[in-house]
Structure formats: structure tokens, C-alpha cells
């Protein structure tokens, strides 16, 4: 072949890679779209009322209040990142100025992210996300606190280096795909998984230890429950096909969503595939009891008994009645997909009544997803019961019913009331007290 034969060969190739490329571009954007919502991303880089991944919302740390920052393609985001330095921010925590994460972002997780998947990302969030200015926001965080460079040596203690998934032969590989989305690019543990005084999470995978993913302390206000197979306060009582329905429709036909996790459903969960939610729902499903003396629950029709021949002498029984039977009933079974079950529900039964006393306070919104359309809110309490109302009611249901939560004292809806109310501006949480 002649010189001039091989140059125009070479270029002909050249632009056929290139043209290769360009066609392939929409698919990769569209890719790294579905992995940045399984990713659930945009729930902690948007601000309430802010632009789509522009940062600016507050996270509640143990030292401070950190704001998200700023991962559209602008100047004031992530636009002049090189794919190396969006690598090393998710999988290795370390900012393009060379300074350590804090660990609200979960890249001892995203440690596991395949390479190609990392493309995938990157093309999105530079190509397929519109650039916003918004400067990013400095922490709350006091001096010396404040400053990173202990981060570097926590990261270095407790972040894995980058390890990149690989499937396990042996494992079926639904599980397999599933451990993936929950332990690398749905980073669940962050929030289900206890962490230790330094901030760590005591297990980053189901091979670490029963610590994974059964369920966390409070924070702003909710507990995130035990994903593992207890039956008092896990999935243990769940059965595969309703784990998936929950996760796609944040409802099922006994519980329903709450909290942080609402917004978990409403931006990420609804948008998976059923094969990934499939795989997520199989891989929790493997995960034993943290309690290995853990069994069923058991209903009990003593209290439903009791109700229905008008004997509301157990205290909180009346309370009960005048605010929650009308909803949940009085045998706790509440209505399906609509109204959850308060008999054998793992949230109501939970160590730390948190969430249960937060919704009973605050109350909250089941969000519409696609394929539930529907929005079912249950009203506020807190302006209306007082403190011992509250205690009285919290109690009666997680020990009716055959229910096995143990009672509360008054100091803890006190604590929680006043939390709620710090936070709480224009609304008449903190009216009732006491009696």
C-alpha cells in the first residue's frame, strides 16, 4: 500500500470513529441519566425551590450544617472538571482543589462504581444537565471544625480505594446486579446503616457484618429502618413482589413511605426499571436478622376487640379513636395501598419511636409517582395533642395488635417538639404543651 493510500485509509478510519462516537454520545447521556437518578442525585444537590443540581440545600451534620454544592456544567459547578477530576470527586472523595469530601457525600459507596458507568455519568451531568450559576455555600460548621484537612486523614482511615465492581460467579446474578445498586450507586447505607462515633458507617457491605443496613440513629427527624430480614422492625414480613411495589410506588399493601425515603421514591425509585427493582428487592431479601431470636409478628384481636365494643380503657385508646381509627381503623389493618397498617408495621415497632412520633407531630404527604397518581396526606397533630396525648397514642399502637415496641416517656415528644419547632417557622406546632 502506498503512502497516500495508508494516510487516506487512517483518516477514513479517523472519522468513522468519530461519527461512531457521535452516534453513540445520546445513548451514553441517556445512561448516565438513569444511573444519576438511581443515584438519586438530584434530592441532596437541589435546594428547595432551586434549580435541578444547582446544590444550596442544608444537611444537618452532628458538627454543623454543610449545603450541597453546585454539579451542573457551569463555572460555579463542575464544568471545568476533566473526567479524572469527576472520578476522583465520586470515587475517591477528593475535590479538583485537592481537598477531601465531606462524607454526607457518599463516595466510600460510589468506591464501587464500574468505569463505564463513571462515563456514563460524566457524559450526563456535562452534556445532558443545563448549566446554572449559583455560587456554592460555605458550611455552618465552627472553627476548627471547619477545616479539611483532618478529612484527609478520615478518608484515608475510613474510605475503601476505588474498587470497582465485579460480579461474583457464584451469585445468582439478579442478587449480584442488586448488591451493586445497593451497596455502590444507591449508596442505601449512608442512611440504613449505623455509623460509629467518627462518622464512619460501621459496614459497607453484607460481608462487613450484620451492622449493614439495620437501620440508623435519628436525623432531622426520622430513623431510616433496618433493610435486613428482622420481622419486628425489617423486611422480614415482606415478601419480594411487595418490597417492589413499594420501592416503585412507595406504597404496598401495608405500608406506606415517610420521611426522607419519600424522596428517595419520588425522584429515583419510580424511574427504575422493574429488573433493577427486581434485583434491589432479591439482594434484601438475602440479608439475615440483625436479631438472631427474631420472629414473626403475630396479630393480637384483644385491643380490635376491645374497640369495637366501645371499651377505650387502654390508655391512648381514646386518642386513638378521635384522631387515627377513621384512617387506620380500629383492628390497625388500615386500607390497602391507601392508608398503612399500623398492626405488625416494622416503623411503628422500631427501638427509636422518632419517625413514628415526627409523623404523629408534623404528619405527612404519600407522593404521587406514575403508576400511583394518587396523594394521600395525613394531617399534623401536634397543634391539636398535647405532649401526654402524644406519648399515650405512641404507646397504645406499638403495643397493640400484637405490635412489640417498647413504651416511651413524655421527655422524648418533648425533645422532638422542640427540635421540630427550631426548625419550624409560621406554624402552630408548638401550641399545645400540656393540659
Known amino acids: 500500500m502506498s503512502m497516500n493510500r495508508m494516510l487516506i485509509a487512517t483518516v477514513l478510519i479517523g472519522v468513522g470513529m468519530t461519527a461512531q462516537a457521535a452516534q453513540d454520545e445520546p445513548a451514553l447521556i441517556s445512561q448516565g441519566e438513569y444511573l444519576a437518578r438511581a443515584g438519586d442525585c438530584v434530592a441532596c444537590h437541589t435546594a428547595k425551590d432551586g434549580k435541578p443540581f444547582a446544590g444550596g440545600l442544608p444537611m444537618e451534620t452532628p458538627i454543623g450544617t454543610i449545603y450541597s454544592t453546585n454539579i451542573t456544567p457551569s463555572s460555579e459547578g463542575i464544568g471545568h472538571y476533566s473526567f479524572e477530576d469527576f472520578d476522583r470527586a465520586l470515587r475517591h472523595g477528593v475535590r479538583k482543589d485537592g481537598s477531601t469530601l465531606y462524607p454526607a457525600m457518599p463516595y466510600p459507596s460510589y ?8 462515563q456514563a455519568l460524566y457524559a450526563y451531568f456535562m452534556k445532558g444537565v443545563a448549566p446554572v450559576q449559583e455560587p456554592n455555600k460555605d458550611t455552618d460548621i465552627p472553627w476548627p471544625l471547619s477545616m479539611r484537612w483532618p478529612l484527609s486523614i478520615w478518608r484515608g482511615v475510613f474510605a475503601p480505594d476505588p474498587e470497582p465492581w465485579q460480579p461474583l460467579p457464584e451469585r445468582d446474578p439478579v442478587v449480584d446486579r442488586g448488591a451493586y445498586l445497593v451497596e455502590g450507586l444507591g449508596h442505601c447505607g449512608a442512611c440504613h446503616t449505623p455509623r ?3 462518622m464512619q458507617e460501621k459496614a459497607l457491605s453484607a460481608e ?27 423486611l422480614g414480613s415482606w415478601s419480594e413482589a411487595q418490597l417492589v411495589q413499594f420501592l416503585k410506588t412507595g406504597r404496598s399493601d401495608t405500608s406506606a413511605v415517610f420521611g426522607g425515603m419519600s424522596d428517595v421514591v419520588e425522584h429515583s425509585m419510580q424511574y427504575m426499571s422493574d429488573a433493577d427493582l427486581t434485583a434491589i428487592a432479591r439482594y434484601l431479601k438475602t440479608l439475615p436478622p440483625s436479631n438472631p ?52 408495621n416494622p416503623v411503628v415497632q422500631t427501638q427509636d419511636a422518632t419517625s413514628l412520633i415526627h409523623l404523629i407531630l408534623k404528619g405527612g404527604t404519600l407522593p404521587a409517582t406514575r403508576t400511583a397518581p394518587s396523594t394521600f396526606t395525613m394531617p399534623a397533630y401536634g ?53
Open 111 to 118: 468506591a464501587r462504581l464500574t468505569e463505564p458507568d463513571m
Open 208 to 234: 462487613e457484618g450484620d451492622a449493614f443496613l439495620a437501620g440508623s440513629a435519628p436525623l432531622e427527624g426520622w430513623v431510616a429502618k433496618n433493610l435486613r430480614g428482622d420481622h419486628k422492625d425489617g
Open 196 to 198: 460509629a462515633l467518627t
Open 293 to 344: 431470636n427474631d420472629t414473626p409478628h403475630v396479630y393480637d384481636r384483644q385491643v380490635a376487640d376491645a374497640l369495637w365494643k366501645g371499651d377505650d380503657s387502654k390508655p391512648g385508646a381514646g386518642v386513638y379513636i378521635d384522631n387515627c381509627a377513621a384512617c387506620h381503623r380500629t383492628d390497625g389493618k388500615g386500607y390497602t395501598r391507601v392508608f398503612p397498617a399500623l398492626a405488625g
Open 383 to 435: 397543634w391539636r395533642l398535647s405532649d401526654q396525648e402524644v406519648t399515650d397514642v405512641v404507646n397504645f399502637i406499638r403495643t397493640s395488635w400484637g405490635n412489640q415496641g417498647e413504651p416511651i416517656e413524655v421527655k422524648a415528644v418533648k425533645k422532638l417538639r422542640t427540635s421540630d419547632m427550631k426548625q419550624t417557622s409560621g406554624d402552630d406546632l408548638g401550641q399545645v404543651t400540656e393540659h
